[in-house]
């Protein structure tokens, strides 16, 4: 089985900054992709940003320029730097990882989510 667990959220004005962090554990071979999806209210559930085994970043247009994937593959962690916060940011970010493990193979995993609220 595999964990994710993220820190990181809270309440911040526009304009200001937040760093997500996610850490995998458990019965990992490898993790071929982790990323961060954020879901607000009443609204479907949407990728933010992903960062691939090769170290290749993607990005959602909308928060290109202000938010920052990265990845610590030696800790199995992930980061979004998020900078330049709008109210229009504010939604549960969900890490993802796609992750290998010894038991189950290849298997999609979630996080628990956290909260990032922006105020105007």
């Known amino acids: 089985q595999v964990q994710l667990v993220e820190s990181g959220g809270g309440l911040v004005q526009a304009g200001g900054s937040l760093r997500l962090s996610c850490a995998a554990s458990g019965s990992i071979i490898s993790i071929n992709s982790m990323g961060w999806y954020r879901q607000a209210p009443g609204k479907q559930r949407e990728l933010v940003a992903v960062i691939i085994g090769s170290g290749s970043t993607n990005a959602a247009d909308s928060v290109k320029g202000r938010f920052t994937i990265s990845r610590d593959n030696a800790k199995n962690t992930v980061f979004l730097q998020l900078n330049s916060l709008k109210p229009e940011d504010t939604a549960v970010y969900y890490c993802?990882?796609?992750?290998?493990?010894?038991?189950?193979?290849?298997?999609?995993?979630w996080g628990q989510g956290t909260q990032v609220t922006v105020s105007s």
């Open positions: 993802n990882a796609a992750v290998v493990t010894s038991t189950t193979g290849w298997r999609n995993y």
